[in-house]
């Protein structure tokens, strides 16, 4: 990174995907990883960029090489000599997404990175953390750690880490976490609540996730955009979806949490942030994994974020 600076880091896995669509179009061992994700989502916007994950045996080291030469800082990444984590991402015939770990790759709790392996100049310079989705206590053992500093910290949860048995684990965490940002899925049965097609429907229980800590609650609705709630201001915003062609929705969400971040650290408004985060968003889902992010133009991010805003104003 010549030496610049990292502002944004974003901390969590980085996964080997096999995807099958439902065409029986395929994928293989394709980079991926929430971590990932988020960090492309973010590098549309920044060049200050850095990881910090675990990577396995047989994660090559043409892929770091390759994220370097994005301009991502790879300061954090280290290695170990257990096997990558290996995903199967398969679509059913009605789209419906699963996400399998493979036998004989690593798991979610080996390869998820502790805090002490934050490299010193990320605490001292970072303006903000993202903590990608991580077992819980990976996640806790990384929030306290963060708690510590002056940085900005969101937090997007892992499925698997809902269910209503952590509720009192989660109270403790997101008091200590700023931006919250959970996927519809995640955010029902965080809740036990039923889905809607309102997301207005939503908004008694945002409220009480904010009251459990953070400032600001960050809805991801997929397709239907993102439902914004800052708690001082007592507000709700929508920002509708940016996207304009759909290949695979794996690192959507993720890269939206990037963009968010990196727009909400440099302009310190919500609004702002959440359309930086649907253009993000809107361009990873265009295509297999994140690395193609890397290679989009400034005047092409610049377009979409133009149509965005007038949509926004249509709706």
């Known amino acids: 990174m010549d030496n610049k600076a990292v502002d944004l880091v974003f901390i969590g896995h980085l996964t080997l995907d096999d995807t099958v669509l439902p065409s029986g179009k395929t994928n293989y061992d394709s980079l991926g990883g929430a971590a990932l994700y988020s960090a492309a989502g973010a590098n549309l916007w920044s060049n200050r960029v850095g990881l910090v994950s675990r990577v396995g045996h047989d994660y090559s080291p043409s892929y ?9 800082d790879t300061t954090g990444i280290s290695r170990n000599d257990q096997p990558n984590i290996h995903i199967w991402a398969l679509y059913d015939r009605d789209g419906h997404r699963y996400f399998i770990p ?11 990175p502790v805090s002490s392996e934050i490299p010193m100049t990320y605490l001292q310079s970072a303006k903000g953390f993202h903590i990608a989705p991580m077992p819980l206590p990976c996640q806790e053992e990384i929030v306290e750690k963060l708690s510590m500093l002056q940085a900005l910290v969101t937090l997007d949860p892992h499925h698997e880490w809902l269910d209503p048995e952590y509720h009192e684990r989660w109270k403790r965490l997101l008091e200590r976490v700023d931006i919250f940002l959970p996927s519809e899925d995640e955010f029902i049965t965080f809740w036990g609540i039923a889905k809607e097609n309102d997301p207005d429907r939503y908004k008694e229980w945002i409220r009480k996730t904010a009251a459990m800590g ?3 609650v960050v809805l991801k609705l997929g397709g239907k955009g993102v439902l914004l709630y800052h708690s001082i201001n007592d507000t709700f915003h929508h920002v509708p979806s940016a996207a304009e062609k759909v290949v695979d929705v794996t690192g959507g969400g993720d890269a939206f949490c990037g963009g968010f ?4 650290i440099q302009t310190s408004d919500t609004m702002r ?32 974020l133009s149509k965005l805003r007038l949509l926004k104003t249509i709706i």
């Open 102 to 112: 493979q036998q004989g790759g690593g798991n979610y709790l080996d390869m998820a």
């Open 64 to 72: 770091l090489k390759q994220l370097e030469n994005f301009g991502i």
């Open 261 to 264: 971040l990196c727009g909400y």
């Open 273 to 304: 942030a959440a359309m930086y985060g649907a253009v993000s968003a809107s361009f990873v889902i265009e295509d297999f994994g994140p690395l193609h992010m890397f290679e989009i133009g400034e005047l092409q991010i610049l377009d979409r």
């Open 214 to 216: 953070p400032g600001i």
